[in-house]
């Protein structure tokens, strides 16, 4: 009798082990403790509000008017990070222990996942492809522009694109690429070197007055190629005119022109866009064209800047030919990455 009355003074709570199950559950009472009641509901509308927000955000961003500081393209232009308002909308909302909070945190993750959730895949291809191609801005003032185009030369493009040349350097671009392509061609500030012969090459009107686009056609194995670099005009975020792209928005509806008139089945353009396969100021180059990086490639591919890549605004796009793989290549002395797709180029 002596041994059964200890056993019940313990079970009750007495100087004895307590029982696993027991100290889970008042745990789980300790955390739990004050998400009871309406507060439950009550805390976190504006939390909530934030998260139908954002979501709108995302899936509205084409209809945000550009009439006041081009405000639309700058939302597309970096799109994707708006993403990175999510997680502190959730850790807000479990300090604030709110059920509405948490809840309607699923709205943006559903919205930002159905936009940019394949391109969380690696859709590149290990194999496939006939003909690859490069393009890098080397940037006009690259302190070394002769390692510069070793790095690029050692991706094993067969054709490869130059912007923001230097007239100064072109000669040094010239030397140190001779060995790996056999045929060039430089116009204006954009070059084209390609281990194929090149023809029919030619300067594009972007509506600048000075040029930074061509056009030539590469003599591939399996077939022709019209492939086209630009370097279209830089954009700027500033505080008193917002989102300055005018001009570039100018030259995209002339390098879209110039594109949908081209002849041959088998288009790639090559080149420093400066916009996102997002922003609808690029529709005239977007809307008939892929980009290869969308179509088969890893990740984002962010290009630009060098150092915390935050856009993709580097392109490469095609249209008749078939993209099979993308990729971003190391960095090199600018302050953008190169980047690099493999084609399946179709018989002419």
């Avoid at 081009?70 to 994707?80: R, W, Y």
């Avoid at 890098?136 to 030369?153: E, G, I, L």
């Avoid at 980009?291 to 993709?312: I, L």
């Avoid at 490469?316 to 099979?324: D, L, T, Y």
């Amino acid at each position: 009798m002596a041994q059964q009355a200890y056993i019940t003074e313990t079970d009750d709570g007495g100087s004895g082990s307590e029982p696993r199950s027991t100290r889970l559950r008042r745990l789980r009472d300790r955390v739990t403790r004050g998400w009871g009641g309406r507060g439950l509901w009550r805390r976190g509308i504006v939390l909530a509000l934030c998260s139908v927000l954002t979501a709108l955000v995302m899936l509205a961003h084409g209809h945000i008017p550009n009439a006041i500081g081009n405000l639309g393209s700058l939302v597309d232009t970096f799109l994707p990070w708006v993403g990175v308002l999510i997680p502190f909308l959730i850790v807000l909302g479990l300090i604030r222990k709110s059920a509405t909070a948490l809840i309607a945190a699923v709205l943006p993750v559903a919205v930002w996942l159905n936009l940019f959730g394949g391109l969380l895949t690696d859709k590149t291809a290990a194999t496939g492809g006939d003909l690859t191609v490069a393009t890098h801005n080397v940037n006009a003032d690259n302190p070394d522009p002769s390692a510069t185009a070793r790095d690029v030369a050692a991706s094993g493009a067969d054709v490869l694109a130059l912007e923001e040349l230097k007239a100064s350097e072109v000669s040094t671009y010239e030397r140190a690429l001779s060995a790996t392509y056999r045929h060039h061609a430089v116009v204006g500030t954009v070059g084209l070197w390609s281990k194929y012969p090149l023809s029919e090459v030619r300067a594009v009107d972007i509506r600048l007055g000075w040029k930074r686009a061509m056009r030539a056609t590469v003599a591939a194995p399996t077939g022709r190629v019209a492939v086209y670099v630009a370097h279209l005009p830089s954009v700027r975020v500033k505080l008193e005119a917002g989102f300055t792209a005018r001009q570039r928005d100018k030259s995209a509806d002339a390098l879209g022109e110039a594109i949908a008139g081209e002849r041959l089945a088998n288009v790639v353009l090559l080149g420093d866009l400066n916009g996102t396969m997002n922003d609808r100021a690029l529709r005239a180059v977007t809307s008939q064209m892929r980009s290869t990086q969308g179509a088969v490639g890893s990740g984002f591919g962010f290009s630009w800047p060098a150092s915390f890549p935050m856009a993709r605004i580097d392109q490469i796009m095609v249209k008749g030919a078939e993209p099979e793989s993308s990729w971003t290549l190391p960095a090199t002395a600018s302050d953008h990455l190169p980047i690099a797709a493999r084609v399946r180029v179709a018989e002419d």
